[in-house]
């Protein structure tokens, strides 16, 4: 595949502007690094948002509303909303366990409710549970049936978020019963902690228990970005860079925006005889 998709994951849901001064945080910074990267090479911009005043996460209807809105106005590139904010659990020390401080634990009809009322290009939909830094991330069987439910009906194609191997079973079983359409488009999520390791290794690994047909792409956290976008590239798969995942163009460099991790990812596909797919070309190959 000469033609790979470049995904700017903008501005996550971790760390604020402490950690690093230009991440994107009010409605109109996200849509203007999400443009910034769509003139880098990026076709596909994965939107949080987060409250604009305490940049903490956010599942607020309007400011998604804002950020499709001023990303619509001014680019044709996709538009891939998060389902993963509602998952955060963290348990207080009673007994019996209740909910602790810094919780976001929601139901599946308030996690999808801007994907059916903004219907986005694509939106993710994290495939199963895991122990993510200190907190868990918590997607039940039930709740995932739920959304994806919600999802197809809202006419979105989810881009199912692969964690660790079991997550790849779970979408064979969805597709068994005919819960997703085919061919599904999965990225593989390399490097969180507690996650599956970023390894060249371990893509193969996940590579090998996709299913047959499927359009897959791969990213790496942190450190390992850059690698992973050369590994998945290198295997056919498409690629995805941006702050959410990692703030630095090198060891200690850090980037200045969203639109440097992308020319970076182009100069890496570049050198692999590869080209970022535009957005009409990235319809084609996720069969939007």
Not at 99 to 105: A, C, D, E, K, R
Not at 158 to 176: M, N, Q
Request: charged share 20%; net charge neutral.
């Amino acid at each position: 595949m000469k033609k790979i998709i470049i995904t700017v994951a903008v501005t996550g849901s971790v760390g604020d502007k402490k950690k690093h001064p230009a991440l994107p945080v009010t409605p109109k910074e996200i849509a203007a690094s999400a443009v910034q990267a769509h003139a880098a090479g990026a076709a596909v911009a994965h939107i949080h948002v987060r409250d604009p005043d305490s940049a903490e996460p956010s599942m607020d209807l309007a400011l998604y509303r804002e950020v499709v809105e001023r990303i619509r106005d001014t680019s044709d590139m996709l538009i891939n909303l998060s389902t993963g904010a509602g998952a955060r659990l963290i348990p207080d020390t009673s007994d019996p366990v209740g909910l602790g401080p810094g919780s976001t634990w929601r139901s599946p009809e308030k996690r999808t409710e801007h994907i059916v009322k903004l219907k986005p290009d694509l939106c993710s939909l994290d495939m199963g549970s895991i122990n993510f830094g200190a907190w868990v991330f918590a997607n039940t069987v039930g709740h995932l049936e739920e959304m994806a439910k919600r999802i197809v009906a809202a006419g979105v194609k989810p881009e199912l978020e692969v964690f660790d191997v079991g997550h790849i079973t779970l979408i064979e079983s969805f597709l068994a019963r005919g819960l997703f359409k085919n061919p599904p488009i999965v990225q593989l999520c390399l490097g969180v902690p507690w996650g599956i390791p970023a390894t060249p290794r371990n893509v193969i690994l996940l590579k090998e228990y996709l299913p047959a047909g499927e359009i897959w792409g791969a990213f790496g956290v942190g450190p390992a970005s850059f690698q992973m976008v050369a590994q998945s590239a290198l295997m056919g798969g498409n690629v995805r860079v941006g702050f959410e995942d990692n703030f630095f163009l090198s060891q200690g460099v850090p980037a200045h925006s969203n639109a440097q991790l992308v020319e970076k990812a182009v100069r890496i596909l570049d050198c692999l005889d590869k080209q970022p797919a535009t957005p009409q070309e990235a319809r084609i190959i996720l069969g939007l």
